[in-house]
């Protein structure tokens, strides 16, 4: 049975009750505060029974008409459950793996004209109640981020919005910062912003091909040195917006923009593409190719050349050859591994699945294509990362990533993604050396390239390398400075390098580009103030809501003289670990080390690097180890990691 929102009334389930149109939930007639995402994912919930919602229908509900990462999803969920699992009753949504959830608990619904108009609104009510259906068991919540780092980060924040801003009154932000998207005017030279082509073929699933030359010509461009380059993120935010050449300029802080369309007909291609000097607002260059879709390979050389040329940047033999490095000459492959890549933009088990998939159908039709093998590389890494406990470990797994990887660079040695992407399986490896060998190279071979400027910045972080790490990532953010996950990537950085005001500033900044949901930056702040030892400030600004409470509770509590409710939170976190089927060794020894308890710390902390070794590739630095770091214990079992000095 469903309900419409505006419907007067409210739902029942447990000690619960919902209004929809009050967009109130209550507990046992407590206001509960809950995240605008996670209400709307509640309320679809108690809409839709008895039923499987699939992962793609939730994303439409949810967020409609945007594009949004999976990680966004699995996190409102893993929260919603948290909510709700403070009742005593059975659980009320269960996965179904591969596909989506389910609501499995009885609901009532009680209409205003069968209400005493005189009764409270937090008055038990007579619910008509609804069938309840089973489901199978809850699977873990994906904790990873691209970099599947310490703090699982799910790299998954939208644009800025009114009520987000508002909201961040009552968080770290006393005062709302200018975002950095109003940056004073300053391009530096050579600077350029590729945007999404148009498609101009009338059907939206030859997106792949407008979207694919676009980011080709990012990826060729970045190889030059130099030429500094937006990332595609930033460059591709204003896909359908009505934004002027000037304010785009102006808010990637570049000094040419190129703009173009695609029109398909068959297998014929019309593109259009023009070079604008947003500085003068006059057009550099602008050529149309009429071309059969077997040469829109040399087509993106040809064009990405023509903009080189127009930006009066001279090329050496051996950058030039950088236009084209990992490419092919055969046009199905490159069809496929354009609709790997664009599949690649959504983060979903789905769409990476396919993704790799495609990959695998570009290397079919030419064997020795590098960007394929790359891709292939990078989506197993992604499935890995994400959705490890659900994928087919005979064929999923970190060899055969690096095995693609291998194949990528052996190919195209010039290539900075398949080195980008040889580093960071081998850093899931726990081959720290070798990483951070493969994350320097790509580095170097393309230095305005914000996928492994990013890579190289984290793993100098790592391994406690500050001068690095500072100066690479600030860079990332000068070359994508519209993505929210980089600005928490840098404050990372700046945490571990115990820049904490650093630190909170660029949180600050992550804020205004983020959007209504920041339970997971809300719980970065709260660390880097237990960071300094602060915590009635970690206190207050978890009060709204963190992604992590119980987590952040058992120290904030232990350092407020709060002991029992520590413990409590402890207890609660274990009976989490224990029905998602998680290893506990982690959070148990932060907590541990910052109760002072240096014994049990040690303890689960060699036994978290024991059963993978890649889950310490931040002990080196990692503020929240500074209570044991001197130990002769820590010390044995950072050395026995093998990081490289």
């Known amino acids: 049975m469903e309900f419409a929102v505006n419907d007067k009334g409210y739902y029942g389930f447990g000690s619960f009750r919902l209004d929809p149109a009050?967009?109130?939930?209550?507990?046992?007639?407590?206001?509960?505060?809950?995240?605008?995402?996670?209400?709307?994912?509640?309320l679809y919930f108690l809409q839709n029974p008895n039923r499987v919602i699939e992962k793609d229908e939730l994303f439409a509900a949810i967020w409609p008409g945007r594009i949004v990462e999976e990680s966004s999803l699995t996190q409102a969920i893993f929260q919603l459950r948290r909510v709700l699992q403070s009742d005593e009753t059975d659980r009320y949504i269960v996965t179904a793996p591969g596909r989506g959830y389910r609501w499995v608990a009885e609901i009532g619904w009680q209409s205003a004209v069968a209400r005493d108009v005189t009764s409270s609104d937090e008055s038990p009510g007579q619910f008509a109640p609804t069938a309840t259906s089973v489901g199978p068991a809850v699977a873990p919540a994906p904790k990873s981020k691209w970099f599947d780092g310490r703090y699982r980060y799910f790299a998954a924040i939208g644009a800025v919005t009114f009520l987000a801003l508002v909201a961040l009154s009552i968080l770290v932000v006393r005062r709302q910062p200018a975002p950095p998207n109003q940056r004073a005017f300053n391009p530096p030279p050579h600077s350029v912003a590729v945007l999404a082509f148009t498609n101009m073929s009338g059907d939206p699933a030859q997106d792949y091909i407008s979207d694919g030359l676009s980011e080709e010509l990012i990826d060729?461009?970045?190889?030059?040195?130099?030429?500094?380059?937006a990332a595609r993120t930033s460059a591709f935010s204003f896909k359908g917006g009505t934004a002027t050449i000037d304010d785009i300029a102006h808010r990637l802080n570049v000094g040419a923009v190129v703009e173009g369309s695609v029109r398909r007909d068959g297998q014929r291609l019309r593109i259009t593409v023009q070079l604008v000097n947003a500085v003068t607002g006059f057009q550099v260059w602008s050529r149309s190719y009429d071309r059969d879709i077997t040469g829109l390979l040399a087509l993106q050389s040809d064009i990405a050349g023509a903009i080189v040329d127009s930006l009066k940047v001279t090329l050496l033999a051996h950058t030039a050859g950088r236009l084209t490095a990992g490419g092919t000459n055969?046009?199905?492959?490159?069809?496929?591994?354009?609709?790997?890549?664009r599949l690649m933009q959504t983060l979903t088990r789905?769409?990476?699945?396919a993704a790799l998939a495609a990959f695998d159908e570009a290397i079919h039709f030419d064997p020795r294509y590098a960007n394929a093998y790359a891709g292939r590389a990078e989506a197993l890494l992604t499935l890995i990362a994400y959705w490890r406990d659900e994928t087919d470990q005979d064929v999923i797994d970190t060899d055969a990533a690096l095995a693609a990887a291998d194949r990528a660079v052996a190919l195209a040695p010039e290539s900075p993604y398949a080195h980008t992407v040889r580093g960071r399986a081998l850093l899931r490896k726990a081959d720290f050396a070798q990483s951070l060998a493969e994350l320097t190279i790509a580095h170097k071979l393309g230095p305005e390239d914000a996928l492994a400027t990013r890579g190289y910045a984290v793993i100098q972080c790592m391994l406690g390398h500050r001068a690095e790490a500072e100066t690479a990532s600030r860079h990332m953010i000068e070359l994508d400075p519209l993505r929210p996950s980089l600005y928490h990537d840098r404050a990372e950085i700046q945490d571990n390098d115990r820049d904490y005001a650093g630190a909170l500033e660029t949180i600050r900044q992550e804020l205004a580009l983020s959007g209504d949901d920041v339970s997971i930056v809300r719980a970065f702040a709260a660390w880097v103030y237990l960071h300094q030892n602060k915590p009635q400030?970690?206190?207050?600004?978890?009060?709204?809501?963190?992604?992590?409470?119980?987590?952040d509770n058992a120290i904030i509590a232990y350092k407020l003289g709060r002991a029992a409710e520590a413990q409590a939170s402890l207890d609660k976190l274990h009976i989490l670990h224990k029905r998602q089927n998680e290893n506990p060794f982690p959070d148990d020894a932060a907590i541990y080390a910052q109760w002072g308890d240096t014994e049990k710390a040690l303890s689960a902390l060699e036994q978290e690097v024991r059963e993978d070794p890649y889950d310490g590739r931040w002990i080196r630095v990692d503020p929240i180890f500074d209570p044991i770091r001197d130990t002769p214990e820590f010390r044995r079992i950072e050395a026995n990691l093998h990081l490289p000095p």
Not at 334 to 341: I, K, N, S, T, V
């Open 22 to 42: 009050r967009r109130r939930l209550t507990r046992n007639g407590v206001p509960i505060k809950l995240p605008a995402k996670q209400f709307d994912a509640l």
């Open 220 to 229: 060729s461009l970045s190889r030059v040195g130099t030429v500094q380059v």
């Open 330 to 341: 055969n046009p199905a492959a490159f069809e496929a591994y354009l609709r790997g890549a």
């Open 350 to 353: 789905a769409s990476a699945s």
């Open 537 to 551: 400030l970690a206190e207050q600004e978890c009060k709204p809501g963190c992604a992590w409470p119980e987590y």
